[in-house]
């Protein structure tokens, strides 16, 4: 029992009550059949945008040149849209009920997977001319009609049946991932905002691992419009060319048996940034090209600065001995900040359990991550010392929260302005 798919069909029956065709569409059914949770709903109907808008007190044009109308029913937003064929919505004629339905046919004609190409009526009954529901049944992504003339249609398309296959843990039928392969150049049509979207959706859904596996290895990523940094196209090369499954190898060299490249396991509970840090990681990008991808990709300043400090941390812990691990931990923790620190320990976790743990608890025991967290502030220091505030005064506090955090002094207020004191003078002394 879902409210939204109840309060769908009550739009539906309006429509219906005024003489139009109506049903729910797309998305919805197929998640409602899926019995996922469903998070918007499409109506597909023979009324005009002019007409949907009359037949209910709010309305929003919100894409009139499509024949797509916002209804607002009880503060929920419902997208009707006029029965469309391939060359646009359908005719002013006024069809009968076997044009209607034949109006329909054709509007789930042009959509683009089966389980997407399905329509609920009313009366109860699904409308699936496609064979949508056998596409569920048997887990697959099936394109509505030729996929290598569907996908030359619309290059997104191939990124979409990488979403839903990864998002419901499907396969791709063997003709839909040979179309891919095949036209994967024409990705450079799309606008890199689309495969943006497309890319950190899958990041952030069920099977961000999947999604990466298809993307890595049908070679679509060498296509984006705007070139990708050239370490993250090198590994979804050697990804492509020898990469063969999931199987990790060994984390923070980034390579993997032979000449290929493996992808690492992505944390599922973490949020969809320690994802992509974890992927980065993987492949062993360094920090700079994982900006540079984010930027490509538009994901943001916030998100690039995030993943950026994440896997900067990982150049840092990756490149360092094993005796040298705890000392560049704390030094990593101090100079990225706890936050940066979290977020590797996360992306870390499914893939080297142990390294997280142990630096977890080295984590745990450091008294102070932050100047902020000591004992002490700044013009407390300047104030105590005697002297102006400047530059010194930070770089004071960072020394001291060195110490603390190696466990060589306190973090009380005395301590912290004894070693200061001591520091200083031995340093006016030297001077
Ligand atoms: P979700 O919203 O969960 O990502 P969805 O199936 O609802 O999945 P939308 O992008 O919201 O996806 O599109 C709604 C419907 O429109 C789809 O179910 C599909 O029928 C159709 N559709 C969307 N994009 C395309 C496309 N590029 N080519 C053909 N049909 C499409
Ligand atoms: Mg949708």
Redesign the pocket.
């Known amino acids: 029992l879902d409210p939204l798919w109840d309060a769908g069909l009550d739009v539906v029956r309006k429509l219906e009550a005024q003489g139009y065709q109506a049903y729910l569409?797309?998305?919805?059914?197929?998640?409602r059949l899926m019995g996922r949770k469903l998070?918007?709903i499409?109506i597909a109907t023979s009324a005009k945008p002019e007409e949907v808008t009359r037949a209910f007190a709010r309305t929003l044009p919100t894409g009139i040149k499509h024949g797509t109308v916002t209804v607002m029913e009880n503060g929920v937003p419902f997208?009707v849209t006029t029965f469309r064929r391939e060359g646009g919505y359908s005719d002013g004629r006024r069809p009968d009920e076997v044009a209607f339905v034949g109006e329909l046919r054709e509007d789930?004609a042009?959509?683009?997977?089966t389980?997407?190409?399905m329509a609920f009526g009313s009366d109860g009954r699904v409308v699936d001319p496609f064979g949508g529901r056998d596409a569920l049944r048997a887990g697959v992504v099936q394109c509505?009609g030729d996929a290598s003339e569907?996908f030359g249609?619309?290059a997104?398309?191939m990124l979409?049946a990488v979403?839903?296959a990864a998002?419901f843990g499907f396969e791709l039928l063997p003709d839909v991932w040979e179309a891919i392969v095949c036209h994967r150049a024409k990705l450079s049509q799309v606008a890199v905002e689309r495969v943006c979207a497309e890319w950190d959706?899958t990041m952030a859904g069920n099977g961000p691992e999947q999604g990466c596996h298809y993307l890595f290895k049908s070679g679509l990523l060498g296509y984006v419009k705007e070139p990708l940094p050239a370490s993250v196209l090198h590994a979804a090369e050697r990804y492509r060319l020898n990469g063969a499954g999931w199987e990790w190898d060994a984390w923070g060299s980034g390579e993997a048996t032979g000449s290929g490249v493996s992808l690492p396991p992505l944390p599922l509970c973490g949020d969809v940034d320690v994802r992509w840090t974890a992927l980065l990681c993987g492949i062993g990008v360094s920090s700079a090209d994982a900006a540079e991808l984010f930027r490509v990709l538009r994901l943001g300043g916030k998100r690039t600065d995030r993943v950026r400090s994440a896997v900067g941390l990982h150049e840092r812990m990756s490149g360092c001995a094993e005796d040298e691990r705890y000392e560049q931990w704390l030094f990593g923790v101090l100079d990225f900040g706890a936050g940066s620190a979290e977020d590797w320990l996360a992306a870390t976790e499914p893939a080297d359990g142990e390294l997280a743990e142990l630096c977890r608890g080295w984590m745990r025991a450091i008294p102070a991550t932050a100047a902020s967290a000591l004992d002490v502030r700044g013009d407390e220091l300047a104030k105590a010392l005697g002297r102006p505030a400047g530059p010194w005064v930070a770089e004071l506090l960072r020394a001291l929260l060195e110490a603390v955090a190696f466990d060589e002094i306190a973090n009380s207020k005395t301590e912290l302005l004894a070693a200061a004191k001591q520091w200083t003078e031995r340093a006016d002394g030297r001077a």
């Open positions: 569409v797309g998305g919805c059914v197929r998640d998070h918007d499409d997208e789930l042009r959509r683009d997977f389980f997407n190409a509505v569907r249609e619309d997104l398309r979409r979403r839903f998002e959706k």
